[in-house]
């Protein structure tokens, strides 16, 4: 039988320092990037796994697909710019785009707690549904559960999607070197600032938006045009 002294001299975390998940864990930041390399990545090791990227890409002979998944539990649910439903469908595409894929399919697993108001869930389900048609991916398949009053934040949504590569490009983290070029679609930060505004109650002298949105369209309107043969520049005669 494993004990609790056992655990601690075996588990990867340091957790003298740190004996329960924190916030911080899934900000993002340090402690986010050491759990997910010292607890998941060396537990299941695997090529696509140890990527750390925003989709696996899997080989097959014939055929290069991506596969991802997300969670939301973001508060609040429905903010300036969009809804818990729009980001779920908008990060699972973007991920996937990302990754050099053109987004496909997507699965979606609620997780509704007890007391949420039908014409909420509507709502959201009804923006599932534009941004899942504005990103041209079909919802195919999902999940519902519902937990105790008290046991959620109203409505946390699941996430995973696939999509299919139709070049022989290597678009991960490991393709990044010295020189390249940075590229930034809008403003940084602008969803974070948006959210944090009507958590905070926050007052400035212009509305703040999040600019939750598909970006898969540009990324392959990218590459397609890194398909193309360059174009010749002769001088004219």
């Excluded at 390249?180 to 679609?185: A, I, R």
């Excluded at 944090?196 to 400035?204: A, H, I, K, P």
């Excluded at 898969?216 to 004219?236: E, F, T």
Aim: charged letters at 20%.
């Amino acid at each position: 039988m494993t004990t609790k002294n056992d655990f601690a001299l075996s588990c990867p975390i340091p957790i003298n320092d740190y004996p329960y998940v924190l916030l911080a864990h899934g900000s993002g930041g340090k402690l986010m990037a050491q759990l997910i390399d010292k607890m998941f990545t060396s537990t299941f090791k695997y090529k696509t796994i140890e990527e750390c990227h925003d989709a696996a890409v899997l080989e097959n002979p014939g055929m290069r697909i991506a596969f991802t998944t997300d969670s939301y539990v973001i508060h609040p649910y429905i903010f300036p710019g969009g809804d818990i439903g729009k980001l779920a469908v908008c990060g699972t595409v973007n991920d996937l785009a990302m990754s050099g894929a053109r987004p496909l399919y997507l699965a979606l697993s609620f997780i509704l707690e007890e007391g949420l108001p039908m014409d909420v869930l509507w709502q959201i389900v009804q923006s599932i549904k534009n941004a899942a048609d504005a990103a041209g991916v079909v919802v195919v398949t999902g999940d519902t559960k519902v937990v105790d009053k008290g046991k959620g934040d109203g409505i946390f949504i699941n996430t995973a999607g696939i999509g299919v590569l139709e070049h022989d490009k290597v678009i991960a983290p490991r393709s990044v070197g010295l020189g390249d070029v940075l590229m930034v679609n809008g403003d940084l930060a602008r969803h974070g600032m948006a959210i944090m505004v009507v958590r905070e109650g926050l007052e400035f002298e212009t509305s703040m938006k999040s600019d939750t949105a598909p970006l898969n369209s540009i990324v392959q309107a990218m590459l397609d045009g890194a398909s193309q043969p360059p174009v010749s520049k002769r001088p004219q005669q």
